[in-house]
């Protein structure tokens, strides 16, 4: 359901919706500055421009620019100093939404859980044995 919000970047009011975080105004803004950007990173000299120098040209944010590179808007595989930080560290990545490493620890710590939980079940099993007694009838 669409509600009335303050615009992030220019304080305006407008109607939200799931396709823009900015109003209108501050949205064609935005747009103007990725075409300043696309233009630009399409030439083949500019392919391996840094992120401060797509910054310097198109008058976009970093974070404007990690971005369009996160919903591929700019193809990471076609500009190879193009990233978005991961979300758990920062670390500058081009697919996914966490870096090597820290799927790695993740994957490590679920191990880790996991065998805990094996070891608790098995001691809970241990103790929970029962004894038979014989009746006296």
């Not at 970093?62 to 590179?69: A, F, K, L, Q, S």
């Not at 700019?74 to 979300?87: H, K, R, S, T």
Request: with cysteine; charged share 35%; glycine share 6%.
């Amino acid at each position: 359901m669409n509600e009335v919000v303050d615009c992030p970047r220019c304080g305006e009011l407008y109607m939200s919706n799931a396709f823009r975080e900015v109003c209108p105004k501050c949205s064609r803004s935005e747009e103007e500055m990725y075409q300043k950007a696309y233009t630009f990173l399409r030439k083949r000299e500019n392919r391996a421009a840094t992120l401060e120098r797509i910054v310097e040209i198109s008058g976009a944010t970093e974070e404007m620019i990690h971005r369009w590179v996160k919903k591929g808007r700019l193809q990471a595989a076609q500009f190879p100093n193009l990233g978005y930080p991961c979300d758990r560290c920062g670390t500058i990545i081009q697919k996914g939404k966490m870096c090597n490493s820290c799927v790695d620890e993740f994957e490590n710590d679920l191990k880790i859980l996991e065998r805990e939980q094996e070891f608790d079940r098995a001691r809970k099993e241990q103790h929970q044995q029962t004894y038979h007694g014989r009746r006296k009838d």
